[in-house]
């Protein structure tokens, strides 16, 4: 069976019908006079065609049911099904070339350090007094925790290491995860391998050859966000122990929201830091 055409509703009885049409039609090709063969070639390539597009209408209404039915609340199903009834188009994006996405993207993220922020940052850190809590080694039930709220199906990094390959082998990498996060807190050196991202291009509007009409989605290195994720529940916990966001704007984690935006100006008070920044945690 030709399996190209099998998404498309190519199934067994198509095959059967085109094997059959070109039997007749390398018969009449032999017998280019023969009548008989003439209209049974004609008939059945008109059934077949037939054929080929009720199988194919079948498929796409199959489609919009599933759609319209209850396992379409499911985000992931649904933008299958959204894939599956598109068009097999060329993408307008492959005509951009390398050179002008790499321009785009660093217009984009390559500003100019600020030397000056890192300073007031650094400094920060110097005057505010040390918390037992934050600055404890991670534990193995705090990275086994963050292994198991990895999502599948989830795009690897240069690195190559899938949250899959993560969760499999936990029972055997959890050890030396932990020892290598602790390493990185009591450095304080993040590995320069996991700031190394690939940039999806997602067209917004407008001119798809036009590479400003795109936004970049970074997919960054499964292990690096383990490390992340395990940082983010320790200060989340420490957050809510002392009770620093009584009276500010935000959302607390798993809301519907796309975005919270938590101004973390009165989590400088109780630690003695002056207030000379505002920040804006986005998730």
């Known amino acids: 069976m030709d399996l190209k055409r099998k998404k498309s509703g190519f199934d067994s009885d198509c095959f059967q019908l085109r094997k059959e049409v070109r ?12 009548q008989y063969l003439r209209d049974k070639f ?4 008109k059934q077949y065609k037939r054929m080929l597009k009720r199988k194919e209408r079948a498929i ?67 005057n505010s007094p040390s918390d037992e ?7 193995i039930s705090e ?11 989830k795009s690897a990094c240069n690195d190559l ?7 499999s082998g936990s029972s055997i990498l959890l050890p030396s995860m932990c020892k290598l996060f602790n390493l ?7 590995p320069a391998a996991w700031n190394i991202s690939f940039q999806v291009p997602i067209f917004k509007a407008g001119d798809p050859t036009e590479c400003t009409n795109y936004r970049g989605i970074a997919i960054n290195s499964c292990l690096g966000k383990v490390f992340s994720g395990v940082l983010q529940s320790r200060l989340l916990t420490f957050v809510k ?21 938590i101004n973390v100006r009165g989590l400088a008070s109780p630690l003695g830091i002056p207030h000379r920044h505002d920040f804006t945690l986005f998730k």
């Open 241 to 261: 122990e002392h009770n620093l966001l009584k009276g500010y704007i935000g959302c607390p984690r798993n809301c519907p929201r796309q975005c919270s935006f």
């Open 60 to 126: 796409h209404t199959k489609l919009v049911n599933d759609l319209c039915s209850e396992e379409s609340k499911n985000p992931k199903h649904f933008w299958q099904l959204i894939n599956k009834m598109k068009s097999k188009q060329s993408n307008p994006a492959d005509d951009i070339s390398p050179v002008d996405w790499l321009k785009h993207f660093k217009s984009l993220y390559c500003s100019p350090p600020d030397h000056s922020l890192q300073t007031d940052i650094l400094a920060l850190e110097n």
């Open 23 to 34: 039997s007749l039609g390398r018969a009449l090709h032999r017998n280019p006079n023969n």
């Open 184 to 190: 990185i807190l009591d450095s304080g050196v993040f």
């Open 161 to 167: 290491i899938s949250n899959e390959m993560l969760k």
């Open 133 to 139: 809590y934050l600055n404890r080694p991670f534990t």
């Open 143 to 153: 990275v086994k925790t963050v292994l198991k709220g990895l999502k599948n199906n």
């Open 42 to 45: 004609l008939f059945q390539s």
